[in-house]
């Protein structure tokens, strides 16, 4: 298993959880089946360039930025106060 492999399960369930969607909802916003977002996030499959680039674009569009490809010692991420409002709302459902 790759390092690269595991950053971008651990970004994917970061930024699903920082927005307050579930598997399904974050695999309609992507673009992508529902057993994708749940085989990238528990490693059983390699996320492939277009989902990433997906993800990275829907978590930028809801204000999350989460650097996959900075230091290899950590995985940065930063959540808008907007971000943190809409999550609020969506978890308070």
């Known amino acids: 298993m790759t390092d690269e ?10 930024g699903r959880a920082a927005l307050g969607m579930n598997q399904q909802e974050f695999a309609q916003a992507l673009g992508v089946a529902k057993s994708t977002v749940a085989r990238n996030e ?8 277009d ?12 204000g ?14 930063k959540v808008s106060q907007a971000a943190l ?4 709302k969506r978890l308070a459902k």
Do not use: Y
């Open 51 to 62: 989902t990433l680039t997906a993800m990275l674009r829907v978590l930028r569009e809801h």
């Open 85 to 88: 409002s809409e999550a609020a």
């Open 42 to 49: 528990t490693l059983d499959m390699a996320m492939r360039a």
């Open 5 to 14: 492999k595991v950053r971008f399960a651990m970004a994917m369930r970061i």
């Open 64 to 77: 999350i930025e989460i650097d996959v490809l900075g230091s290899p010692d950590s995985l940065d991420i």
